[in-house]
């Protein structure tokens, strides 16, 4: 017989694909996954994966030791659920997702004083574009620009997300531009990325035409301190531009541009104590940011 421990070896390396991806997602060195992947095999006698140069693919008999083990896993994360949603403590790791530039505008101001509150809870924040499990406890709660549409989640809507285009007070006045035809003679820095990103980008081209585009950037971060070194304009959420103290409002809200901010957990969380005071914590407190999140001086 395998055990649970051997099942999440099988899982880890099905999905990096590669023993050393897998070895470190699990923590381990290779040659651990390497003999734990051979006893199973000799249990079974059974190949689980083929090796090839670009990577190990699963069998017919790997792909049921595949499908057994995510069967397993999603009841293993359901009773976690069920069992930290009954925990009334407010002690305990709290895990908080969102992208890089909420984290930066928003949860950055908020977190210190909820964690003074509450001095026996760790939170862990994880800033990151990509967007992370809910339902598979790879965070508690997270921080979206759209509204769930997962069954199992539930949310709670902070704020309509205004934009504006922004440069640095170096170079620009706040509410200069005062018609989008005067946008015609600027530069900008683009956003690529996801949806959201290219919907910015399209915004531009629609709206100049001709727009020249000096440079581009995956990351908000990176182009809010692009153009507060040049005389480049940017689109940013009002809540980033309102809090980059060397940014100003050049035009700014946009009259068509917005967005949605959602506060999301998993249904089975939220009774949990730790995770309902967050929530609650952040409710408020994007009340309290309304006025960031207009654009409003």
């Known amino acids: ?53 670009h990577g190990y693919v699963p069998t017919e008999a790997g792909r049921e030791i595949i499908i057994a083990a995510e069967r397993i896993e999603q009841e293993t994360f359901s009773a976690e ?68 549409t997962e069954e199992s989640l539930i949310g709670r809507k902070l704020s309509t997300l205004k934009w504006g285009i922004y440069g640095s007070c170096l170079h620009y006045e706040s509410g200069q531009i005062q018609k989008t035809s005067d946008l015609r003679t600027k530069s900008f820095i683009a956003w690529t990325g996801g949806p959201l990103a290219q919907q910015t980008t399209d915004w531009l081209r629609k709206t100049i035409p001709d727009v020249h585009i000096a440079y581009e950037s995956s990351s908000m971060l990176t182009n809010a301190q692009l153009a507060i070194n040049s005389h480049n304009l940017i689109l940013l959420p009002c809540l980033m531009g309102q809090n980059w103290h060397e940014l100003v409002p050049v035009f700014s809200p946009l009259p068509d541009v917005e967005g949605e901010l959602w506060l999301v957990t998993h249904k089975d969380l939220q009774k949990n104590a730790r995770v309902r005071a967050l929530l609650d914590h952040l409710a408020n407190a994007a009340t309290g940011d309304r006025h960031l999140f207009q654009g409003e001086n």
């Open 81 to 148: 659920r069920a069992l930290t949603g009954k925990d009334q403590k407010l002690t305990g790791r709290l895990r908080i997702t969102s992208t890089e530039s909420l984290a930066a505008s928003f949860l950055s101001r908020h977190i210190p004083p909820f964690a003074e509150k509450y001095p026996g809870l760790y939170i862990e924040i994880i800033s990151d574009n990509q967007r992370l499990s809910l339902t598979e406890r790879e965070a508690d709660i997270a921080l979206r620009p759209a509204r769930p």
């Open 1 to 53: 017989m395998i055990s649970w421990n051997d099942y999440q070896y099988v899982l880890a390396i099905f999905r990096a694909g590669n023993i050393s991806s897998a070895a470190k997602h699990l923590k381990v060195n290779t040659s651990t996954v390497f003999r734990r992947l051979e006893k199973i095999e000799t249990i079974y006698n059974l190949k689980l994966f083929e090796r090839h140069r």
